[in-house]
């Protein structure tokens, strides 16, 4: 592995909707998502990659050894948060790639002998800024989402998936490689691993996670001629449910529970109009799922004591449940053995945040790996992790899918 390319093809790939915060705003199926795309489909096929697109966007680089024989994935997500980090879903693609073109030459060189394929991917939509859900190609390739719900789902703008991708042109018709396992490196978007100093982090589990969609009906009127008593604000109950979420995560112990409202849309949205109309996007998320299901519970009582005392109604237009699930001990025994034989420290951990793997845990063997963020910043322009961090990831990567392709990893 040449080191340096690593950190010019980062530097390269950061570049690819640069904010001038230092961050990147790549949002799924925008242009600077395609452009984005587009370098790495290049970067792929010059290295001596098959490129594929499937039907949701998912773009594969793969390299097949042995004929009919599944596919080690590695790979993560380019399309990131408004104004979002140049490190998040990004490094674990550019991991991806450089750890399979070292795979491959070992294999041309004739020092590792393939049981199975390699394809490096970029799942479609990870972060779920401009359509909803997030995880979405990932998820989707897993089976846990129609094509054709994926294609049809429509941004705040109205503009579906298949309009978007059609736009960019990364509306692909390939056919996704099949997966034998799944392998994924991406920055630990907390701040464990620095504080205890450890080179990487081994995931062990996933944390639950409860996502709701809320629309809050109100009726429209005047500010200014309509009298306290008429007045059915959406915005006053979508408020009250805002801080709502943050009083319930205080009856749980400190740290049990996490929650937030990241996004709310008004409608009609005018300085001197009563809304008539809120919808917002609520998540809660814990490493117990009973936890998650009190505090949906009291979510569900206490929105429609809301509803009630504030004169308007409240809506869970959408609910979904994401289970917590182990990622298989055997995995992480493996990468485990692969850091430290390179002289790299490990620390066992959670993942809190949700990532490609997740869904892929459902479906194959899978293995999570972290680096350190400095200081814990994600979805943030601040975003940084360190470049002897990044290289020793992509060297733990290479290792790992090394064994991989041999097959020393049990996979379905």
């Known amino acids: 592995m040449n080191q340096q390319d690593v950190l010019e093809d980062f530097t390269v790939l950061s570049s690819l909707g640069a904010t001038p915060g230092g961050g990147v705003d790549r949002q799924a199926a925008t242009e600077t998502d395609g452009q984005a795309r587009r370098w790495l489909v290049e970067w792929l096929t010059d290295n001596g990659f098959a490129v594929t697109v499937d039907r949701v966007g998912n773009i594969f680089g793969t390299v097949e050894w042995v004929p009919g024989a599944p596919f080690v994935l590695m790979g993560s997500h380019l399309d990131s948060q408004p104004t979002a980090g140049r490190f998040d879903g990004a490094y674990g693609v550019l991991a991806a790639a450089h750890a399979a073109r070292r795979i491959v030459a070992d294999v041309a060189a004739g020092a590792l002998t393939p049981r199975l394929n390699i394809a490096v991917v970029d799942w479609f939509n990870e972060e779920g800024s401009r359509f909803t859900p997030s995880i979405m190609g990932s998820t989707a390739y897993c089976g846990g989402m129609a094509v054709d719900d994926v294609l049809a789902t429509r941004d705040l703008d109205g503009t579906s998936v298949e309009e978007a991708l059609r736009s960019i042109g990364f509306l692909g018709d390939g056919t996704a490689p099949q997966a034998a396992c799944y392998a994924e490196i991406h920055i630990e978007q907390g701040r464990v691993l620095e504080r205890l100093g450890a080179d990487i982090g081994l995931v062990e589990s996933n944390w639950a996670a409860r996502k709701y969609e809320i629309v809050v009906h109100g009726t429209q009127s005047h500010t200014g001629a309509t009298v306290m008593a008429d007045r059915h604000d959406a915005l006053v109950g979508a408020s009250r449910i805002v801080c709502l979420a943050r009083d319930v995560v205080d009856e749980f112990p400190e740290g049990a529970l996490l929650t937030a409202v990241g996004r709310m849309t008004v409608h009609p949205n005018s300085p001197v109009v009563v809304p008539s109309e809120v919808r917002l996007s609520l998540d809660v998320r814990s490493a117990d799922a009973d936890l998650v299901e009190q505090a949906h519970a009291l979510l569900l009582e206490r929105m429609a004591g809301i509803g009630a005392r504030t004169g308007v109604e409240v809506e869970v237009a959408r609910s979904s449940l994401r289970h917590a699930r182990p990622f298989r001990a055997a995995g ?24 490609d793997a997740i869904p892929l845990n459902t479906l194959v063997p899978t293995v ?3 680096v350190p963020s400095v200081e814990g910043v994600s979805h943030n322009e601040r975003e940084l992790t360190h470049d002897d961090d990044l290289l020793r990831g992509v060297d733990v990567l290479s290792r790992l899918g090394a064994r991989l392709v041999e097959g020393a990893l049990p996979c379905a």
């Open 368 to 370: 999570l790996l972290f």
């Open 332 to 355: 992480v025994d493996l990468a485990e053995t692969v850091a430290e034989d390179g002289g790299a420290t490990t620390h066992r951990m959670q993942t809190m945040a949700g990532h």
